[in-house]
DNA sequence: GTGAAAGCGCTAACAT
DNA sequence: ATGTTAGCGCTTTCAC
């Protein structure tokens, strides 16, 4: 109790009218005549008066708040999608309530209880994979549950993803033209849905071209990990091509052969990432390698939020081949 | 109105025990006999029921919101800073509410605003300078505002920032000890108050050690900035130096001045970044750089939300040199 | 157009 | 330890 803020009450007092006349004020729709608008808004520019949110959410059930759960929030791809779609909200007049799973392979169950206890309006599933009884529990109350690069197999709840395979497919593709003869597929130890997806979708198809696939996974989906690969894997001198189901990882693979196995990229060998992020276009790198388009992403799961077409809830979203200089 | 959740009304008739009953049992400190406990436990177990934070909060004022706001969510520093954040929050029980400023030029009053209405009970300034009449409002209503790397001319609010005039003397020292005679200092044009302290103190400490200094600021805090920067000034052939106000300006400039002007690093120039971003460790550039402590800022941070020391209002944060090969 | 009154889901003071 | 009662600040019928 005993706070700061000013409450309905005393600004009707201040402008002599009733409590429920400023409460129109306030309110898109609300019936109220010129003088007293004008009179209620004085008053309450003059006491600094300012709804409160989360009187106003009770009231009519909708709190305007967006759970978004995400692991790793520092890495250049989920910044990148956290960025923009804090934005998109912000932009549509809803609020975004940030819940870090600190690690992916974290349960995220409770953190999505804590959004049910906020009432949150929608819950944007960044990373992690909620359990099948949260999924339900969503359903059952009536909160939308958007997750991001995660394929469940439902078809009750809003799913956006890039398309994964057929970008490995692109990535194996290219890395045939390059004439490569066996190359390395890289993913980390936290074997993530999409990372499966690509690796599983590039093995195959490399397979059918009848190219050796020397697979490799460990550690967390970070440089370092891709470092730690190009170390171990280009031991073997015949590799001359590898795909990382991740810029992060197919940075630090590069490196790894470049400054300390003593391979010239893309001479020796080819190296394709995936993702896009900011740093595969830096001039050290010039990464050539699948694109996700963060912007048609979130655009998707911005839509997804209001519309309810059920035809809606798988969306797929296009990746295209960003062509830099690490191929030959 | 309508929504799926499930009331403590609802769960008290089930139990058979008083709707406060119920409240009790879901307060930390309530008192209700073993037996009413359980039986309130299993009847919202089966109902699903949770507790609504809203009306939680709308009763005892405290709403457990934090709100957080930030410009530039995927850089490097800004996403580091939320992530540890976001983490620290969560881990007191508090949450997070994240209003992206999208550039850190823009007013965020506004989204102060929109705080207040949220009543959050606390504000962290990642980015971007509040107001004064914003400032005033918190202290009034009781919001404690917390400013990171901001520098603002006033003790009642709390402000944690680094030591940027030790780090721009430390990168000073440094450029000295690689007798340097001609360097540039290279910032943004959004001159934040940070970059503008890191950048004045260099050159004070320059000037007094007899050397010369060559400004250079425009674009936004990018790579591509200091690209950009790099191509400029080293058409001069005399600069030996450079210290960039922040690491992705460094990374930016290291690369014109390696890959398109044909400067060999650290013997034809010596860079010295600022922040001690994650990729400034990476292989390829190796960018020996000030430090902050992302750590100690975050502790700093999540003290000051409880503590309400009057000393402890502006903190400063130790920074520290990072040797790596990028400085003779 | 406006005010009175009821109610959103919860907690806390007051009895018992 | 438990139930009753009175709010928290707001929106929304419902009369007028």
Redesign the interface.
Known sequence: ?????VTAEEVAKKAGVSRSAVSRTFTPGGSVSKAVRRKVLKAAQEL?Y??????Q??N??R?N?IG?VGA???S?FI??Q??LL??GL?RRGL??????A?DARKDIAP?I??L????AQAIVVLSGEPPASIVD?CI???VRLILINQRLDRTDTNMVLSDDSHGADLAAMRLVAAKCRKVAVVSSGSQTPAQLRRAGAFTQRMTVEGIEVVPWSGGPTS?DSG?QAGRELLADKSIDGAFCVTDLLA??FM??AR??MGRRVPEDISIVGFDDI??AG????QLTTVAQSFDALTEKVLTALDSDEPETRLQVVPVSMVERITAR
């Open positions: 109790m005993a706070r700061g803020f600094g300012r709804v409160n949110r989360l009187a959410g009770l009519n059930d709190s708040l978004v790793n929030l520092s250049p910044s990148k956290l960025d804090s934005i912000l609020q975004c309530l940030l819940l870090n600190a953190l209880e804590l049910f206890e906020f009432r529990e059952a109350n009536g440089y470092y940075l630090g490196d790894a400054l300390e900011p740093q830096w001039k050290s790198y």
